[in-house]
């Protein structure tokens, strides 16, 4: 499965962003998908996942309330869009898929098994 995520770049604080990630895969309705993302020094941290199917969606504590994760299957196509965004999210933003479970929303990064290549973020003052 090849994953390629766009929509990244610079925005002021209080902005908003849009990301985008396609997956070759044909059988992309049938499992998690999810974002990450990392800064220099830290550890990739979860944002956002939803399950096969459109059915449920988690988002992680630290962007709860202000980024959205969906999906589009007749795009083979998830989104995560970004409001309110801060200077601390600024990060390269991973796409991931979770092609052989579980079938929830997972949020260890090691439930995924296929990446994309990441997008950078980066929310100024």
């Known amino acids: 499965v090849q994953l390629v995520e766009s929509g990244g770049g610079l925005v002021q604080a209080g902005g908003s962003l849009r990301l985008s990630c396609t997956a070759s895969?044909?059988?992309?309705?049938?499992?998690?998908m999810g974002w990450f993302r990392q800064s220099p020094g830290k550890e990739r941290e979860f944002v956002a996942a939803v399950r096969p199917n459109r059915i449920g969606s988690k988002t992680g504590d630290s962007v709860k309330g202000r980024f959205t994760i969906s999906r589009d299957e007749d795009k083979n196509t998830i989104h995560l869009q970004m409001n309110s965004l801060k200077p601390e999210d600024t990060a390269v933003y991973y796409c991931a898929a979770a092609t052989r479970g579980p079938w929830n929303t997972p949020v260890p990064a090691f439930e995924y098994n296929y990446w994309g290549q990441g997008t950078q973020v980066t929310v100024s003052l």
């Open positions: 895969d044909r059988t992309f309705s049938a499992y998690a």
